[in-house]
């Protein structure tokens, strides 16, 4: 599992997902045959899954939604830095543990938190 931070919150990553887009428009012309018109593209997305350690932490990334702010994400291992992107929504469930060792910079009693994060690219 490896460990992420967004906003200075760590993210214990389990899985990653993506997703580019284009506008494409599919026009018919009269008598003639379909034509594609690229109109430009959408905002890269990125989904992760994981475990947050502490409440706490789970309030400040839900705060992250609502302030428009983008953060830096960073994985200090091979990956380094992603570049800076906007948290766009978070899903997130109290996972049913009586002690955690994920995160062993907090107590051992502090709840655990499986999340999943959309993330769009901040150009």
Do not use: C
Not at 64 to 90: D, H, K, M, R, W
């Amino acid at each position: 599992m490896a460990t992420w931070t967004y906003g200075g919150v760590r993210v214990f990553v389990t899985d990653i997902e993506g997703q580019s887009k284009q506008i494409v428009a599919r026009l018919f012309p009269y008598q003639s045959a379909t034509v594609h018109q690229v109109f430009g593209w959408e905002d890269k997305t990125r989904v992760f899954g994981g475990k947050v350690v502490g409440g706490a932490n789970v309030q400040l990334l839900e705060s992250f939604t609502q302030s428009g702010v983008s953060f830096e994400l960073a994985n200090p291992g091979n990956a380094g830095v992603l570049g800076n992107f906007i948290l766009s929504s978070i899903d997130y469930t109290r996972d049913k543990f009586i002690k955690q060792t994920i995160d062993t910079t907090q107590d051992p009693y502090t709840p655990v938190y499986t999340v999943k994060m959309s993330l769009l690219y901040d150009v």
